[in-house]
């Protein structure tokens, strides 16, 4: 594990002369909504897994009521946590829409029990810590949910699925994950940073950013000037998370690490990072082993993306195509009729690895995105000298975490605003809460958002969640269609 620097033993240190508390936490939801709206909304509706409401408000309130009740099992406070939650019609097209909001009300530095001074802390938080409500005037959280989704807006959707148990429908997305993810932004799980000007909060930091490392600039957040937070928070890939609870979990928690392994020639020789496909079986430790050969198509748009059925040889080939104009299914579809026994797919912008969404159980084949970088240097050696590759996980790393086993944080480029930053990175595998995009394999686990909280100063409860999978975006949930 990385040697931490002398603020986070000052942390540690800290909490453990803290007084003890009783278990568990009173989370209360709060129903800020109008009559006959949201949390009031008459509409009749039948029970639904679990859920014995008997309207669409009721069934609604009680998701809420649910989620508050398992993040009350998991910490310690003696201070009611209140949660101001309200459902509204918000952004929704038929690709896109935002599913809900959430983030502490006020926050807090310098207080009674402080573990670190000159240092931002969440109101719940600070709160447990101080042992006394420091802003009694206020919740503690709020939170804003999307009622529109009710209407169908969402291509492919029908509407929020109420249920208390799994397994959502295919046609509507689960509510109980989202306003987990949701709260626990408002926990603790985010920044007070604004990333794109690189500033602290009234130029105090926060006790997230001092758990924020930066593995390029070797720094930590804390000892950054505005600047280099602002390049820090699109350095895709080298943003971690050092806290030693997290990194003490993560093993339990993430599988191994895939990778697209070059074996020959020499010149590009070496792992290449990846990104799993949705569809398809799962990498296996044995992989698949062949010749790279860039799959060819009659025309269209592009000759390279796949997106017509494949015309040169790829049988008993990784073939490897372009992203763009038309899905990732279409594209592992083509290559898989045409013989090939995987599928790479290269980024067609800069930075970052391609989503890799979609659905469809007759593909037998691995498939995997790449970094446009990596895509254009074995391009470089294709068709001479030729590429020989493996797509195999490595038992030794693992998946959504550096080298030393500390777990990335989302750092898109550009700089995605209520996204970066406060969540894992989407390559945490098996899917992980706190990432930025919804997966629908996530119902009520919560993996390691626990030891997070732990990591900035709650006392946890242990729970025996074990895999979980994960799901969202930033402090604000986004949930969008697959983007070729």
């Not at 020499?266 to 990498?283: E, N």
């Not at 590759?389 to 030794?396: E, H, M, S």
Request: charged share 10%; glycine share 10%.
């Amino acid at each position: 594990m990385r040697r931490l620097a002398t603020p986070f033993f000052a942390l540690l240190a800290a909490l453990l002369l803290l007084p003890a508390a009783a278990p568990g936490a009173v989370i209360t939801i709060v129903n800020n909504d109008g009559p006959n709206e949201g949390f009031n909304d008459p509409t009749p509706a039948a029970p639904v897994g679990g859920n014995p409401g008997v309207t669409l408000g009721q069934q609604r309130l009680n998701v809420f009521q649910r989620a508050a009740e398992i993040w009350g099992a998991s910490l310690v406070s003696p201070v009611e946590i209140l949660v101001r939650a309200q459902m509204d019609p918000q952004t929704c097209s038929g690709t896109s829409a935002v599913l809900g909001s959430a983030g502490t009300t006020t926050i807090h530095r310098d207080f009674t029990n402080a573990p670190v001074a000159g240092t931002w802390y969440h109101q719940a938080l600070a709160n447990s810590l101080a042992g006394v409500d420091l802003s009694a005037a206020q919740p503690d959280i709020n939170t804003t949910f999307n009622s529109q989704i009710d209407t169908g807006c969402l291509t492919g959707t029908v509407g929020w699925y109420y249920g208390l148990e799994p397994e959502a429908p295919a046609d509507r997305i689960a509510l109980l994950p989202v306003v987990l993810h949701e709260l626990s932004h408002g926990l603790g799980f985010a920044n007070f940073v604004n990333e794109a000007t690189g500033q602290w909060n009234s130029g105090f930091p926060d006790i997230y950013s001092v758990f924020t490392y930066d593995n390029t600039a070797g720094l930590f957040w804390t000892q950054m000037n505005d600047a280099q937070r602002i390049a820090s928070a699109i350095n895709t890939y080298n943003v971690v998370w050092t806290g030693p609870v997290v990194f003490a979990d993560a093993p339990r928690f993430l599988g191994p690490k895939p990778e697209l392994q070059v074996t020959s020639p020499p010149a590009i020789a070496g792992p290449k990072l990846v990104q799993t496909a949705t569809f398809g079986p799962p990498i296996s430790v044995l992989g698949v082993t062949g010749s790279v050969v860039l799959a060819q198509d009659p025309g269209g748009i592009s000759t390279t993306d796949a997106c017509e059925p494949i015309v040169n040889n790829v049988t008993g080939a990784i073939a490897l195509v372009d992203r763009g104009n038309c899905t990732f299914v279409v594209k592992a579809q083509n290559v898989q009729a045409a013989g090939a026994i995987g599928l790479v797919v290269a980024n067609h912008e800069p930075n970052g690895l391609p989503g890799m969404g979609g659905t469809d159980p007759a593909i037998t084949i691995p498939a995997v995105g790449i970094q446009l970088a990596d895509g254009n240097a074995i391009k470089a050696q294709l068709p001479a000298p030729g590429v020989t590759a493996t797509l195999a996980v490595n038992q030794a790393g693992m998946a959504g975490a550096d080298a030393l086993g500390n777990v990335l944080l989302n750092a898109p480029n550009p700089v995605q605003l209520g996204s970066s930053i406060s969540h894992w990175d989407p390559l945490t595998s098996p899917n992980t809460l706190m990432e930025p995009a919804i997966n629908d394999d996530l119902f009520q686990k919560r993996d390691l958002t626990p030891a997070q909280l732990e990591d900035i100063g709650w006392t946890v409860i242990p729970f025996g969640d074990g895999f979980s999978d994960g799901f969202e975006r930033g402090s604000t949930s986004v949930w969008s269609a697959a983007t070729p």
